[in-house]
């Protein structure tokens, strides 16, 4: 047997595997598109397919597709959404701006696979692609499968992120730390209040992220070419928009005017953004990190991460940040996709933007590299790095800068010189001040006492 098919579209016939389930338009596309060998992700084709299970269902009951066929690609469609025929979706990222060879793939393969749920054949272009076209479903696409993924891991990877830094904070109430500023010694603070701060972060990272994805529950789908509607039934995006929330328990609802949704793509790049902020709150989360890990013994060596793997092919006993490293380069892969999209969001052409494949390619890859690395994150580094307490309080009982809540008593000058002469000779600050200034003992040791230096406001009058 040949183990090659014939197929044929508007522009003549061509060669198809002879096991493929697609046709002649996805061929082409491959044929055409040979550029990074990297399909849309299984995330993007599944939200595709849930497009065309509800567009079906719409459109029956609009009286449009007879039900024997939209039964036939209800079924189809949840083959694939059970996991089958992942293998079936090859298109490259780097296709037609429009994502139609995605669109093809998607009517061609369902409508195959259709066919042998129907006694009469169903068609791509005439039963699938019903009442659409791909101006409308890749931009609901990339809503869709944004929205679902945010949801479904990001948001969960970062609760759990901040339940871990919340339970170091419990543990880390009373540890005080010389804080920094500009990288020089400040004024102390517990490591608790770090943490927070690193939660907090996450936290507002968080509800821009949440935002950022509830705007995109509003889609174009229903536009069809240019945002008119034409072919498509008055109900129809409302109809659709009801069934695609009924499959995948998200409010979804119809732009009022798809074209908004089709020749530009602002939602998706204000998503993106949201991305690249929490990309930031991670890349400072990595660095303090490796910051207060660094040394052993010419670092700060305030905590010691778990040694998860040799560090150097030539020091032995060398162990580094390998996880807030991987961290880091993640976080910059993210600001570098965002980029990418802000400029595919700049080639929206009248009514209709040209780089939609690539933009739900990178949110999705923004997404599963934040939410894998939250999670990373959360288990190997910050629930497990030891807290080198004695390493903390004893650079903080030779910080100089706790002179500061001395300034109301003594002043700015005079807690200067006492703070210049602590450090040239390496005594203490009570020392010095002791000598310097006529402020009882007691009452310097309460002004200067670190713990309560972490508390702030002004000295007990």
């Known amino acids: 047997m040949s183990d090659k098919r014939i197929e044929k579209d508007s522009l003549g016939e061509v ?39 509800s567009a079906a269902r719409a459109n029956a009951v609009l009286g449009l597709l007879d039900a024997e066929h939209a039964q036939a690609i209800e079924t189809a469609c949840d083959e694939v959404l059970g996991g089958a025929h992942a293998d079936q979706f090859p298109v490259d990222v780097f296709q037609t701006g429009s994502g139609t060879s995605t669109n093809m793939n998607v009517n061609e393969v369902i409508a195959r696979l259709a066919s042998g749920h129907s006694s009469e054949p169903v068609n791509a272009n005439d039963h699938v692609n019903m009442s659409q076209s791909s101006n409308d479903v890749i931009p609901t696409a990339i809503h869709l499968s944004a929205v679902t993924e945010v949801h479904e891991s990001l948001l969960p990877a970062l609760d759990h992120m901040m339940q871990t830094i919340a339970g170091r904070e419990q543990e880390t109430e009373s540890v005080v730390k010389t804080g920094r500023t500009h990288l020089m010694d400040a004024m102390p603070v517990t490591l608790a209040q770090e943490l927070r701060t690193w939660r907090d972060q996450i936290s507002n990272a968080r509800d821009r992220l ?206 200067a010189e006492v703070a210049k002469k602590a450090y040239a000779t390496g005594r203490s600050i009570l020392d010095v001040a002791k000598e310097e200034t006529d402020v009882a003992e007691n009452e310097l040791r309460d002004l200067l006492d670190p713990i309560k230096q972490t508390k702030g406001g002004l000295p007990d009058a």
């Open 15 to 53: 060669e198809v595997p002879a096991n493929a389930l697609w046709a002649a338009q996805t061929q082409r596309a491959i044929d055409n598109f040979p550029v990074s060998g990297r399909p849309m992700p299984g995330a993007f084709i599944h939200a595709v397919v849930r497009i065309k299970r």
């Open 210 to 415: 949440e935002q950022a994805a509830k705007d995109l529950l509003r889609i174009p789908q229903g536009g069809t070419a240019v945002g008119t509607g034409v072919n498509a039934h008055a109900d129809f995006a409302r109809l659709f928009a009801e069934e695609l929330s009924a499959l995948t328990d998200h409010h979804f609802t119809a732009l009022e005017h798809p074209f908004v949704g089709q020749s530009a793509i602002d939602a998706p790049v204000a998503l993106s953004s949201a991305y690249r902020g929490l990309g930031t709150v991670v890349m400072k989360i990595a660095n303090d990190l490796r910051w207060m890990n660094s040394g052993p013994i010419h670092g700060l060596g305030e905590i010691t991460l778990p040694a998860l793997q040799p560090g150097s092919s030539i020091m032995p006993g060398k162990v580094n940040p390998v996880i807030p490293e991987s961290a880091a380069m993640a976080a910059a892969q993210v600001t570098g996709l965002d980029a990418t999209v802000n400029t595919a969001g700049q080639s929206g052409n009248f009514q209709l933007n040209v780089m939609l494949p690539l933009v739900g390619w990178n949110l999705l890859e923004m997404n599963g590299l934040l939410a894998n690395t939250a999670r990373v994150m959360a288990d190997k580094a910050i629930a497990g790095f030891t807290v080198n307490s004695e390493v903390m309080a004893e650079a903080v009982g030779k910080n100089p800068v706790l002179v500061t809540t001395l300034n109301p008593v003594i002043g700015y000058a005079k807690a």
